[in-house]
């Protein structure tokens, strides 16, 4: 194909046809791509529809096309014929950086993926001036420029996060670190000044935050396999600065939405993963560092509201607690009772309770909730992260740890006891409570391999889950006997249920119609060691 006007024409056609409702029009013109999609010059034209075309509409799914086209063609198999011509392949290097750059953010989103399919395949030996190029635009002062370039850094780099290690991947890290590490932290500390700067100015502080944000993630991805020299002689620049915004409240960057996280609200959870990992892979050289983190930590969790939009943001700041307090070089910090006794209370029973959030999720979305309860996906949940700080705080100080918990425990099951209907939330947080508190460790396959022995877990069962599981209403109280069928899945091994209840619980539970206690009664009896139940 020809870099000629009848056939950018003749694309724009049939770009507009795939977007038809009616089938019998856009499925040929899909076809239509499909079949000339390996002629030469096809995605350079699509290219300069991007960037000459004058209907966004157009420009839009360009440059998805693209995107899908270099997604399927780039890789090289071997054995396998060169899916684009080498030619395309060097015009497409020269020119997609520019565009993308010059691109409104919903195409620069599209070509930074593009760019990062073709990085994971071509940089750094097919595509050594990469980074060079987009170093460079740092210099702009254009922050639509500047966001763009770090967006795709950031989908570069984050597979670093993954990577086994190998000399290839040292040799790429250093490549990359000797030529963006200094650049992006001299625009870190520029981009500090410019927030005070412009602390007044709400859409100025918008993009300036996307900037931190995607900077704050691309120091995770850089740091992630270890600890870079320069990153090393600089701590005090970055952990000062993070600091400062872990302690920064500017009421233009809050929000009203109560569920999607703001700007400075997904800034601190990165700050907090950030810090977590220096406090878990370099927790030598983090030390004088740390206590600052502790408190402003602290002080963010205790001051942090329920609502849903905060969730990531406590999450990975009770990560972050989680991490500090198992290592032995912060066991000093958590040593006292008074500190204990506040974690508790303020930080872990609070983020326990079963929310309207959680409850509306249960009734409405029952397939997903079960499935981040059972399979362990809910690691970004505020459950999840308290439960992983009750472990981290047991693996030094369980004794006490099991006392305080105790008397919450039996706090909130009387709370329960007076008014069963109004009050089984408090039952619920105290099931998951002992269950936090007696797993000290798990497998998918085996349920817990070792409890604390502190807990009384048959005692527990007997006297608080039968009842619920035995009760001759299975659509009463649905989230107590989701908890109790689970409880009967994760202690299998710890506690002999075929003395203290009848399998014939579970198999009522499926004949009914609550579909959650049918889910968890399921995955429980598909387990070898319920099928030894007697019936």
């Known amino acids: 194909m020809e870099l000629s006007d009848a056939n950018l024409q003749t694309l724009t056609e049939y770009l507009k046809k795939t977007l038809d409702p009616d089938p019998a029009i856009r499925r040929p013109a899909e076809k239509f791509l499909e079949t000339v999609e390996g002629s030469q010059n096809y995605p350079l034209l699509l290219l300069t529809l991007l960037e000459k ?3 966004n509409v157009i420009k839009v799914c360009a440059s998805v096309t693209f995107k899908n086209y270099i997604k399927r063609n780039w890789r090289i198999v071997e054995d396998e014929p060169n899916k ?10 020269a020119n997609i950086v520019p565009l993308m750059l010059s691109s409104p953010e919903q195409i620069q989103k599209q070509l930074s993926d593009a760019i990062s399919i073709i ?10 001036d990469l980074l060079t190029e987009m170093v460079n635009r740092f210099q702009s002062g254009d922050f639509h420029v500047i966001n763009g370039v770090l967006r795709t850094a950031h989908s570069l780099f984050k597979r670093y996060r993954h990577e086994f290690k190998s000399n290839e991947l040292w040799t790429e ?7 963006f590490a200094l650049p992006l932290t001299n625009l870190f500390k520029a981009t500090i000044d410019l927030c005070s700067t412009h602390a007044n100015d709400a859409s100025a502080l918008k993009v300036l935050f996307s900037s931190l944000i995607l900077i704050a993630k691309l120091f995770y991805s850089l740091n992630f396999q270890d600890l870079p020299e320069f990153f090393e002689d600089n701590m005090e620049t970055w952990m000062t600065n993070f600091h400062s915004l872990l302690t920064l409240d500017n009421k233009l960057l809050q929000t009203d939405d109560e569920e999607e996280a703001g700007l400075l609200e997904l800034l601190k959870s990165q700050i907090c993963d950030n810090a977590a990992l220096y406090a878990q892979k370099y927790d030598e050289e983090f030390q004088p560092y740390l206590p600052r983190f502790v408190t402003a930590i602290w ?3 205790v001051t942090t509201g329920q609502e849903v939009k905060y969730d990531l943001l406590v999450s990975n700041a009770i990560q972050f607690l989680a991490s500090v307090c198992e290592r032995p070089h912060y066991k000093h910090l958590f040593e006292d009772q008074n500190t204990l006794t506040s974690i508790c209370e303020k930080v872990i ?4 309770e079963f929310r309207a959030a959680d409850e509306e999720a249960f009734e409405d979305n029952s397939e997903e909730y079960i499935r981040r309860d059972l399979e362990g996906s809910d690691i970004d949940t505020r459950r999840r992260a308290a439960c992983d700080l009750v472990r981290g705080l047991c693996k030094f100080f369980e004794g006490p740890v099991t006392g305080i918990f105790s008397g919450y425990v039996n706090s909130m099951l009387q709370e329960y006891a007076k008014n069963p209907s109004v009050n089984w939330k408090h039952k619920d947080a105290a099931i998951y409570l002992v269950t936090s508190l007696a797993s000290k460790a798990q497998t998918q396959k085996h349920g817990i391999t070792q409890a604390n022995e502190l807990v009384n877990l048959t005692e527990f069962f007997v006297n608080h889950i039968q009842p619920d599981l035995k009760s001759a209403s299975v659509n009463e109280f649905p989230v107590l006997k989701a908890d109790g069928i689970k409880y009967i899945m994760i202690f299998r091994n710890q506690v002999s249920f075929s003395s203290v209840i009848n399998v014939t619980v579970l198999v009522r539970s ?3 119609e609550m579909l959650k206690s049918m889910s968890y009664s399921a995955v429980a009896l598909s387990h070898p060691q319920q099928a030894k139940i007697c019936v």
């Open 173 to 179: 890290i250093k490549l990359v670190l000797d030529a």
């Open 84 to 93: 684009i011509f080498e030619s395309d392949r060097i015009a497409i290097k």
């Open 510 to 512: 499926l004949r009914k």
């Open 53 to 55: 075309s004058q209907e």
């Open 119 to 128: 990085g994971r395949e071509d940089f750094p030996q097919k595509w050594p």
């Open 349 to 352: 029973v609070p983020n326990m």
């Open 299 to 301: 002080n963010l969790l």
